[in-house]
């Protein structure tokens, strides 16, 4: 399962989004969606988010870092799952987060999905586009 593309659409009233239909079957066990690093929302099907938790139970990490990646993980995530239209509701902090006031992307980000507004997603993509092919070049080189 990987998921691609980016799609726009416009958040209702009460907070809801559709996800888009050929993604919904990966959702239809839960989704989890928390604080992406860059003012997005990030939105993980359980199956995803389980295997996030658990790499957070291992690793020779102190104590006392693993509280605070837990807390900046976990406390800031909802789970949710999808309504009968294959809308998720998008809790009002995670919008705060993002800036979503109308107008959002879901992009595709091959195990998950990023949800954005409108505004930050163009300038997200301004960014990425001009730096793109330099990480590309630097992939091939490590090989």
Excluded at 11 to 21: L, N, Q, S, T, Y
Excluded at 133 to 141: A, D, G, T, Y
Aim: aromatic content about 12%; charged content about 30%.
């Amino acid at each position: 399962m990987f998921f691609l593309g980016e799609y726009e659409y416009k958040v209702d009233a009460k907070g809801r989004v559709p996800i888009p239909p050929k993604f919904r079957k990966h959702f239809a066990d839960g989704i989890v969606l928390n604080m992406g690093a860059e003012e997005c929302i990030n939105a993980y099907p359980l199956s995803v988010w389980e295997k996030i938790a658990e790499k957070f139970d291992s690793g020779p990490i102190a104590p006392s870092r693993v509280r605070q990646m837990n807390r900046a993980v976990f406390a800031s995530a909802f789970d949710s799952e999808l309504d009968e239209q294959g809308r998720v509701m998008l809790p009002q902090p995670l919008r705060q987060h993002a800036d979503i006031k109308d107008s959002l992307i879901i992009a595709g980000t091959n195990k998950y999905l990023e949800i954005w507004s409108k505004a930050r997603w163009e300038k997200q993509k301004a960014l990425w586009r001009k730096d793109v092919w330099q990480l590309f070049e630097n992939m091939e080189m490590r090989q």
